[in-house]
């Protein structure tokens, strides 16, 4: 599922960003199936339901997919295509709750949303296990599997969202591109390093659910960096650091 965040580029860990925050990163960001925490954009809050309920909408809406082959640390421009395929997918995820108006306003609503999200979930695992088993890390599934989805969306939503992240890209500090790409890397070592580990299929579901509910090792740190950067700054908002598994699905 959902949802995220520097999510333009920063730790390409499992998950997607909150929509609506600063800078988020790729990896983890927000709304993903298995666990991500995505909050909408400012300006949608209202039209939007609380935090939990969007989580979910977020996780039922997504329909995981295979993921495309993915090797950290990434070109740029499929670096690129990774910021704008979480955050134009976000956007679509956004608006269909609110032109639809999707609510668990029932029990059986609730109920009906929160099994599809479960299912997505299960499904969103057993890809991610497939694809560590083929070589790759929880990251570069992760990405890969945003990629793949991406692809899906309208030519139009597609070209939007690239626009945006061009722009975003090249705003970004040179420095900044390289500590994310450090982060990136770090990461991607450890988890290699974890996988090695894992005998069997068992094994590998049980660390890929453990990334999708708590994230990967290093998130705390990144968080910590995050904090400390924006407080140099003056400022006490920063980027949340996000579990999950892969972007939501397009439009049907």
């Given amino acids: 599922l959902a949802s995220s965040l520097l999510l333009a580029v920063a730790a390409f860990v499992a998950a997607q960003p909150p929509p609506g925050q600063r800078d988020p990163p790729p990896g983890r960001g927000g709304p993903l199936p298995g666990g991500g925490r995505p909050a909408p954009a400012n300006e949608d809050r209202e039209k939007l339901p609380d935090r939990k309920t969007y989580k979910t909408f977020f996780e039922a809406l997504v329909e995981p997919v295979a993921p495309e082959p993915v090797v950290i640390p990434l070109e740029d421009e499929v670096e690129m295509q990774f910021i704008a395929a979480t955050s134009g997918i976000q956007k679509w995820v956004q608006d269909k709750i609110s032109l639809e108006g999707l609510n668990m306003k029932t029990d059986?609503?609730?109920?009906?949303?929160?099994?599809?999200?479960?299912?997505?979930?299960?499904?969103a695992v057993e890809l991610h296990v497939e694809a560590v088993k083929n070589g790759a890390t929880f990251q570069e599934a992760h990405i890969g599997m945003a990629l793949a989805?991406?692809?899906?969306?309208?030519?139009?939503?597609?070209?939007?969202?690239?626009?945006?992240a061009r722009e975003k890209f090249k705003g970004r500090p040179e420095g900044r591109r390289e500590r994310t790409r450090e982060h990136a890397s770090e990461a991607n070592h450890m988890e290699k390093v974890q996988i090695e580990q894992l005998a069997t299929d068992e094994e590998r579901k049980a660390w890929v659910e453990e990334i999708m509910q708590n994230g990967p090792p290093h998130a705390k740190k990144m968080r910590e960096e995050r904090k400390k950067e924006a407080k140099a700054k003056g400022g006490?908002?920063?980027?949340?650091?996000?579990t999950g598994a892969a972007p939501p699905p397009p439009p049907q």
């Avoid at 989805?149 to 945006?164: H, I, N, R, T, V």
């Avoid at 006490?236 to 996000?242: A, E, K, L, S």
């Fill in 108 to 123: 059986e609503q609730k109920q009906k949303w929160e099994a599809k999200a479960a299912e997505n979930k299960a499904k």
């Fill in 236 to 242: 006490t908002q920063y980027q949340q650091v996000n």
């Fill in 149 to 164: 989805q991406f692809k899906l969306l309208p030519e139009g939503a597609q070209e939007e969202a690239l626009d945006k």
